[in-house]
């Protein structure tokens, strides 16, 4: 009997991929990944402030956020502290954006003052994939988070265990 079940047990491992490389086959998210537009999209033409940028929101998490996307899948979240974030330029928030995105081509976090901040901002790399018309990224939830775009305006919704959580983001075009 034990060597049954030493048998038994040593195809298990196997089996377990078998069965999770099967089950992300068949998983919508994968199979509609092959819809990407194309690179001229409006939503590569700038970054995205997050609404409530200087006000109560920053004040109660502490720092601003801005979000930009770029057309090979890269998704950077920038962090910048509150009330330094006041005194910040756009045109400091996009050579940040830049220094960031040569610093690794992986995901990561990096704080640093990316040669233009006078304190330390916190960067966040990582990709996002276009399914169904709409970007799907992880943000460390049990499902991804998904952006919808409006006119010069993104919502970032966030899943929760009973509701939705949706954060909205203006478009700052570049210049």
Known sequence: MENDMKHSFSNMPVLSIMVFVGLGFFSPTISAIENTPSAAKPVYSGYYSREGNNAKMAHTSGNNQYVRLYPKERIIRLYIPYPYS???????I???FAEAKKRT?????????????DEQVVAHLDFYRWVDEQIMFDC???????VRFGNNSMTIIK?????????QYELVRDK
């Not at 006041?86 to 400091?92: G, H």
């Open 159 to 167: 899943p929760g265990i009973v509701l939705e959580h949706k954060i």
């Open 105 to 117: 081509s992986g995901s990561a976090y990096i704080k640093d003052k990316f040669d233009v901040m």
């Open 94 to 96: 996009n050579k940040a």
């Open 140 to 146: 460390g939830k049990p499902k991804p988070c998904k």
């Open 86 to 92: 006041k005194t910040v330029t756009p045109m400091a």
